[in-house]
């Protein structure tokens, strides 16, 4: 099956400060990646779909600021927290999209534990 | 919009015997796809079935099968002779086209397999 790979696993930053967050397709071209945070024992939250060469499309109540997303090949897109606060402590999940007939199957990475000391 | 929900916050089962997860989903569409995925401790995302709304046939992954009742709006997901490996977080998913094939989520039910 399609991997999906995420870096780092985990990270802790002091406030403040910006964490990029790697997630590539390892085995195949993905024209489409999503970024989803979840809270501990919660659903996960869409936050924004990015799709190869052209801008992010941010959810509602989503800091396009804050949460910058680049999507430069068709095998990686990445996740910057820019001024990292404490309450951006959380677990990100990126999904990488493979088409099918008619939809887009999600594969996803293992996730990245971060922490905002 | 669409919304999935899943009323089970947690359950158990037994070693061995039978359980069935519910979902429901609110949608105005005809052709969608619904999905069950599996999160373990580890918290790895991993797809258990998929279920194409224009099939009437039930989806079946080994152990696995779903209970789709289109008219009720209802995805159902059965666990047969249950392991100690199914214990996770559990979440129902709705996905179709005219929503950017975006997957939506349920709130997610812990199933616990005990020994």
């Known amino acids: 099956g399609a991997v999906v790979s995420q870096h780092p696993s985990r990270v802790i930053c002091k406030s403040g400060t910006s964490v990029k967050i790697e997630c590539r397709s390892l085995d195949f071209q993905a024209t489409t990646m999503f970024w989803y945070r979840q809270f501990p024992k919660q659903s996960l939250m869409l936050m924004a779909t990015s799709n190869e060469g052209s801008k992010a499309t941010y959810e509602q109540g989503v800091e396009k600021d804050k949460f910058l997303i680049n999507h430069a090949s068709l095998t990686l897109s990445t996740l910057t927290v820019t001024s990292a606060h404490p309450e951006d402590s959380s677990f990100y999940i990126c999904s990488a999209g493979q088409s099918r007939a008619s939809y887009n199957e999600q594969f996803f990475g293992p996730g990245t534990r971060l922490t905002v000391l | ?115």
């Open chain 2, 1 to 115: 919009a669409q919304t999935v929900t899943q009323s089970q916050p947690e359950m158990s089962v037994q070693e061995a015997e039978t359980v069935t997860l519910s979902c429901t989903y609110d949608t105005s569409e005809n052709n969608y796809y619904l999905f069950w995925y599996k999160q373990p401790p580890s918290r790895q995302m991993i797809l258990v079935i998929r279920q194409e709304a224009y099939k009437q046939q039930n989806a079946t992954e080994n152990r696995f099968s779903v209970n789709f009742q289109k008219a009720a709006k209802s995805f159902s997901l059965k666990i047969s002779d249950s392991q100690l490996g199914d214990t996770a977080m559990y979440f129902c998913a709705f996905m179709n086209r005219e929503y950017g094939n975006k997957l939506v989520f349920g709130a997610g039910t812990i199933l616990r397999v005990k020994s």
